[in-house]
């Protein structure tokens, strides 16, 4: 019984140039470069315009990180041709972000600013002093960066203030007044 993502092949795009040398991929396109150690007991060989994941044995570790292997490779590839971006706004009277540098500045109503530096590989855009958008071309790393600004206020249920995905819905309750 083999992995029902790990058998599908993963598609190389124009405009992106992977390599495997034993058990390291490395990918190569616009928005940057990017490499990843495949686990032991998985085999990968690019065929024409495809990468094909091929587990050694049938045990159900491997079966784990074949379907892994897979998802995290074809990440890869989309991330180094398009890249990721996630998008965060800032709701609440007074909480604002600016860029200092190549950071941002936070003022979230505490009694300091909190300045956020962008790690090795992540951008950050402010198209206005509410909204916060995050750019990389590694899928997790984009997301924990910002699940890290989310964390610096997080949406509260009464007022909806603090930090939210712009897709994300904060479900509403009635205060006291609202028995």
Do not use: C, W
């Not at 150690?37 to 690019?46: C, D, M, R």
């Not at 065929?47 to 897979?70: K, V």
């Amino acid at each position: 019984m083999a992995s029902h993502i790990g058998k599908l092949p993963v598609t190389i795009p124009a405009g992106v140039e992977v390599s495997i040398e034993g058990q390291s991929f490395s990918a190569k396109g616009a928005k940057g470069s990017d490499s990843y150690v495949i686990p032991e007991g998985i085999s990968a060989k690019i065929e024409g315009s495809e990468i094909i994941l091929t587990p050694i044995d049938d045990l159900r570790p491997t079966r784990a990180m074949h379907g892994l292997s897979r998802s995290i490779i074809a990440s890869m590839v989309k991330g180094v041709q398009d890249g990721y971006s996630k998008s965060l706004d800032i709701v609440g009277t007074g909480y604002r972000a600016q860029m200092k540098g190549k950071g941002i500045e936070f003022s979230l109503g505490y009694s300091h600013t909190i300045t956020l530096d962008p790690p090795e590989g992540i951008t950050f855009e402010l198209p206005n002093a509410n909204q916060v958008i995050v750019h990389g071309t590694d899928k997790q790393a984009v997301g924990q960066v910002a699940a890290n600004i989310r964390k610096l206020r997080e949406p509260e249920p009464y007022k909806g203030k603090g930090i939210k995905y712009t897709d994300e819905h904060i479900r509403r309750k009635a205060g006291k007044a609202g028995k």
